[in-house]
């Protein structure tokens, strides 16, 4: 399963385009956030994806969030994983 | 179904409580968000609210997040929406 790693920085617009392809290739995407920017963004993200799957006349994505540890510069940090699927 | 109204101060604990409380009750509950540290503490909270749903060995929750304009204080908003269901 495709990893999409999201920044505060990033776009909605274009991490939904990347939600909907993998979504489209593999029938699932994880994403990883770390910070409430990050988690915003993902949230958006994914709204706008499941906007333009249900458009397309596909079936809902679900959304399983969760946490993960992630090691970043040797720090430990805790992110939140959202697994998304059809 | 309820509605919870989740602030950027709101503890993600004390919130997960209230989903656990809600979906047991009516099989899905409704939350809204509005900013990036309050939509955080909701994906914090459902995240919790998931594992101690798992750890009874009830079938997992589904999110659907999706857009949401609110009317506050005369001023338009635009909120993030969970529907949180089994």
């Known amino acids: 399963m495709e990893i999409l790693k999201v920044a505060s920085r990033s776009n909605p617009n274009s991490v939904s385009g990347a939600i909907v392809g993998a979504v489209e290739q593999d029938g699932a995407v994880e ?3 770390i910070g409430a ?3 915003n963004q993902t ?4 709204a706008i994806a ?3 799957i249900e458009r397309d006349g596909a079936s809902a994505l679900k959304v ?3 946490f993960l540890e992630l ?3 040797g720090e ?3 992110a ?3 697994v998304v699927e059809t």
Chains 1, 2 share one sequence.
């Not at 949230?43 to 994914?46: C, L, P, R, S």
């Open 50 to 52: 499941r906007r333009s």
């Open 31 to 33: 994403l990883h956030a």
């Open 37 to 39: 920017g990050a988690v």
């Open 80 to 82: 939140i994983r959202f």
């Open 43 to 46: 949230v958006k993200a994914i």
């Open 71 to 73: 090691e970043i510069d």
């Open 76 to 78: 430990s940090k805790t």
């Open 64 to 66: 399983i969030p969760g």
